[in-house]
Every structure is written in structure tokens, then in C-alpha cells.
């Protein structure tokens, strides 16, 4: 199934590269799964309900777990509210929890920026709705934080670990290149590591950042788009809070270069 629109290519965390390529990646789940469920769903209507429900229990590998995934996926990103997306991303994690990290094959990685020490990302998988990066910081290292305009993230840990940390902007946050300042308030403080989950969509939890431990991390974004790309910033934050009992914090954008 030939496919020619867009494809974003993530080369930096939120910083995607829109290009047109053709795609026939999604030929083995149309002609394997949709031809196929179609062909086998009039021949025998019997078999609808169990070829069109995903297996629901039990370990996956990396291919059962973007096969099952994939088609429940394609529904729940018809609905991009606040509400939809949550769901959808939900749905992702459940599913991905199902791989074990040791189990997903590894991408092949590029250094990202002058980060020290280093920050390593990969395209893993790339089709739709969703496209897969893996990445590697190194001990100690941090990604600064960043937002993901009009885009989800499901993030998976699969080995070491880093605090990850989640914030939303309070109120009306001026362009990316104005330098004025804005408050961003923290709405996570918590550990990736291997098979633990965090999520931010396009409406909630909006801006992330990481920093290795000692051992470093590894993990994987699964990236959504849920509306057009409206490229990304990074952003300098105060250390500490302007305000402690709600975790707010001054910002400013910093661009897209670290
Ligand atoms: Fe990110």
C-alpha cells in the first residue's frame, strides 16, 4: 500500500524533519491484516470478532506488539481532545508493557547536539499514527527540557535510569523567540527506567527534560502528531521555584539548538 504524504522524521528530541518519501511500509498490516481480515470476514462472519480484537493478554515481541497495537491505535488517534489522547496513550502503554525491554530490538544511534555527556537518539520505527525513537544518555547526562507542540510522547525505560520530569505552561507562553520571561508549572518528578512508563500529550504535561543516574538510561518515545507541526523550543528554567507549594518555575525559550 503505497502511502505519499508527509513523514516527520524525529533527528533531535521534538525537532522534526519534514520530508515526502513514499512508503510502503504499511503494506504487511494492509494487505496482511486489512485485505486479509476483509477477504476472511465475508467468507466467514463468524471469524470478525476474534480477527478484529487484539490479543488483550500474555507477552509480546517487538513485531506481535506493533501489529496489536497498531490498528486500536489508528481508531483512538481519531480523537484528539484532551480526553483522546490520554486514552490513546494509555493504550500504548499498555500495550508496550507487554514487550519486555530486553526483548526490543536496538536502533542504530547518532550523538544529539554537543550535549557532555552525551545524548544518543535512533529512529527505531517510523509509519502511522505513531514513529519510534530510541535514545541513550549517557551517565549523568541531561536533556534539557523541550516542549512537543500538537504532539504526544509515550515514553518506555528499558535499562538504567534517569528522573524525568514533566511540565505544563501556566497561562500564555510568549513565541519561541521572544526571550521574555514565562512560568511553567511541574507536574511529574519521578524515575524511567526499565519498563516504566511516562506520557505527556498536546495538552497536558507538554514539556520534559531527563537526567541520567549513574549507570545512564535507556529508553524509547513512541511520538504522535495530533495536529499540525508547530516545531518545538528548548527552554531554560530557574532552579528553583518561584512559588514551592505549586511547583512553578520561570522560563524562558532558548531555541532548538543545545
Ligand atoms: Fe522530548
Redesign the pocket.
Known amino acids: 500500500m503505497k502511502d505519499q504524504t508527509k513523514l516527520k522524521e524525529e533527528v533531535a ?2 525537532f522534526f524533519e519534514t520530508r515526502r518519501r513514499l512508503l510502503w511500509l504499511p503494506a504487511c498490516f494492509a494487505a496482511g491484516s486489512i485485505l486479509g481480515r476483509a477477504e476472511r470476514i465475508f467468507a466467514n462472519p463468524v471469524d470478525d470478532e476474534e480477527l478484529m480484537t487484539p490479543i488483550l493478554t500474555g507477552d509480546l515481541d517487538w513485531e506481535s506488539f506493533l501489529k496489536e497495537c497498531l490498528p486500536t491505535a489508528e481508531e483512538l488517534h481519531k480523537n484528539s481532545t484532551a480526553q483522546g489522547q490520554n486514552a490513546y496513550l494509555h493504550w500504548l502503554a499498555s500495550m508496550i508493557e507487554r514487550v519486555r525491554p530486553t526483548e526490543i530490538p536496538r536502533a542504530k544511534l547518532g550523538r544529539f547536539g554537543k550535549l557532555e555527556p552525551a545524548v544518543h537518539f535512533g529512529v527505531k520505527y517510523r509509519g502511522k499514527p505513531f514513529f519510534i525513537v530510541e535514545w541513550w544518555l549517557e551517565p549523568n547526562a541531561v536533556l534539557p527540557p ?1 516542549c ?1 507542540p500538537n504532539a504526544s ?1 509515550c515514553t518506555f525505560g528499558l535499562e538504567g535510569e534517569a528522573r524525568i520530569r514533566n511540565f505544563e505552561i501556566v497561562g500564555k507562553a510568549p513565541d519561541f523567540q521572544s526571550r521574555e520571561t514565562f512560568l511553567v508549572r511541574e507536574t511529574h518528578n519521578e524515575i524511567i527506567a526499565a519498563g516504566r512508563i511516562n506520557t505527556l500529550s498536546a495538552l497536558r504535561d507538554n514539556i ?1 527534560t531527563f537526567q541520567a543516574g549513574r549507570a545512564g538510561a535507556r529508553g524509547i ?1 513512541i511520538s504522535t502528531y495530533h495536529g499540525p507541526d508547530m516545531s518545538f523550543s528548548f527552554l531554560d528554567l530557574a532552579a528553583k521555584p518561584k512559588d514551592q507549594d505549586a511547583r512553578t518555575f520561570e522560563a524562558v525559550w532558548k531555541g532548538k539548538s543545545v
Do not use: E, R, S
Request: net charge negative; glycine share 14%.
Open positions: 528530541p521534538g523541550h512537543h510522547v520534559h518515545d
